[in-house]
T-cell receptor, first 116, second 116 residues
């Protein structure tokens, strides 16, 4: 079946502009995550959605970052007034979220963001 | 939150030799221990995982061993091949979603290079 998809695959923007990154999770996956990966670095957790619960935003680096998840499916990560240090690959992942269960996360291909 | 460290950060091995990567963690309540593989330019993918009630798990040339007392677990790759060249990430956590959410704290990654 279809995996996690993200769009765009690449985004080049100018410093100060706003950008929106989209994630389509695997159908039926109620948990959705956003991560950031800078060049040659590890994965940095940004935000986590689980069903209708309030999202865990503890990883968002500043108030310029926000995310929404509409209808429990598609999610959009918005970065306002982009800075050069925002340049990274933004990865989305989704998983089933059964209670008392260990759920593999499936990653999308990522969006490579370059802020000039 | 979970403090996760991986060692070494880079590992170069000759084809056919073994590779071992160690992951240490701080949260004694962690009970799920996955390893992800990320090939160059691709998304992370789960390659093996282990739960706290098991000390070792093998899948063909890869294995994971767990030492809960010392709070570390290791990835073992035997008979390495060029296609094993990638970055490997550990992500220990509390497995049950009701425990502490389902977000992952990733280790910093280990870049493995298998020389033919």
């Amino acid at each position: 079946g279809a995996g996690v998809s993200q769009s765009p695959s690449n985004k080049v923007t100018e410093k100060g502009k706003d950008v929106e990154l989209r994630c389509d999770p695997i159908s039926g996956h109620t948990a959705l995550y956003w991560y950031r990966q800078s060049l040659g670095q590890g994965l940095e957790f940004l935000i986590y959605f689980q069903g209708n619960s309030a999202p865990d935003k503890s990883g968002l680096p500043s108030d310029r970052f926000s995310a929404e998840r509409t209808g429990g499916s598609v999610s959009t990560l918005t970065i306002q007034r982009t800075q050069q240090e925002d340049s990274a690959v933004y990865l989305c992942a989704s998983s089933l979220a059964r209670w008392s269960s260990y759920n593999e996360q499936f990653f999308g291909p990522g969006t490579r963001l370059t802020v000039l | 939150g979970e403090n996760v460290e991986q060692h070494p950060s880079t590992l170069s091995v000759q084809e056919g030799d073994s590779a071992v990567i160690k992951c240490t963690y701080s949260d004694s309540a962690s009970n799920y221990f996955p390893w992800y593989k990320q090939e160059l330019g691709k998304r992370p993918q789960l390659i093996i995982d282990i739960r706290s009630n098991v000390g070792e798990k093998k899948d063909q040339r890869i294995a994971v061993t767990l030492n809960k007392t010392a709070k570390h677990f290791s990835l073992h790759i035997t008979e390495t091949q060029p296609e094993d060249s990638a970055v490997y990430f550990c992500a220990p956590r509390r497995g049950q979603i009701k425990a502490a959410g389902n977000k992952l704290t990733f280790g910093g990654g280990t870049r493995v290079l298998v020389k033919p």
